[in-house]
């Protein structure tokens, strides 16, 4: 009897330990739950990705900028033409129409003209081709009264001659803008008294920015596709 008793109590306590674990921490249990932490998102994940703008985790790739331009010293003669846009005739009241293009034409001493000349009546005004500042004011036995004008990058130098004058004020450095009067057209140097004119010129800028060199180029299709 004391045999049975013993079991039965055996089985009673037993019955009871097993009731009183907690198999929900297993270890099996502990390592699943920490799976499902770092691949589950949480309820709030699909909000939170949607907050966030495409290009903050995305940035934009800059837009690609042409390559420079070829520098002026560098440039084909022919481009070098093309690169001083924008310019006004030079003189008042003149329009494409009124242009000729004298540039290659022949001079004295087996020069060429390498510039134009634009006919006009004496003391007619003479204006600033663009902004820019004048360089020098010069008398020259050929040219007579001259003014020559740097544009802002000095790069080039426009060169108004035979004038009959300079506008009240005109001085070296003094800076000028696009169509400003700087002088009157006439036959000074040696022009004839009987055509006056304006012989206007343009040279492109050595290194050393010398307003007596330079390399002239065409001013006949600059001006002429300008509209004055």
């Known amino acids: 009897m004391r045999y049975l008793l013993a079991l039965i109590a055996a089985v009673i306590l037993g019955v009871a330990l097993y009731r009183g674990i907690d198999i929900s921490r297993t270890p099996d249990r502990e390592m699943t739950a920490a799976s499902q932490a770092l691949t589950v998102p949480p309820a709030n994940a699909s909000s939170a990705v949607n907050a966030t703008p495409l290009e903050a985790t995305h940035p934009a790739v800059p837009e690609m900028l042409p390559p420079p331009a070829l520098p002026i010293s560098n440039a084909p003669f022919s481009l070098r033409e093309k690169t001083s846009p924008g310019l006004l005739i030079p003189v008042q009241g003149k ?33 600033a081709v663009s902004d820019g500042h004048v360089e020098k004011l010069f008398y020259s036995e050929r040219g007579g009264l001259t003014i020559y004008q740097f544009d802002p990058q000095r790069k080039y130098a426009y060169y108004y001659a035979h004038l009959q004058g300079y506008v009240a004020g005109l001085a070296e450095k003094q800076p000028l803008k696009r169509g400003q009067m700087i002088g009157y057209v006439g036959s000074t140097g040696n022009a004839s008294p009987d055509a006056p004119h304006l012989h206007f010129a343009i040279f492109v800028l050595g290194a050393e920015r010398r307003w007596w060199e330079g390399t002239a180029i065409n001013p006949y299709p600059l001006l002429a596709s300008s509209g004055g």
């Open 95 to 127: 329009v494409a129409s009124d242009l000729a293009d004298t540039f290659t034409d022949a001079r004295s001493e087996g020069r060429l003209h390498d510039a134009i000349d634009i006919m006009a009546s004496a003391g007619t005004p003479v204006l």
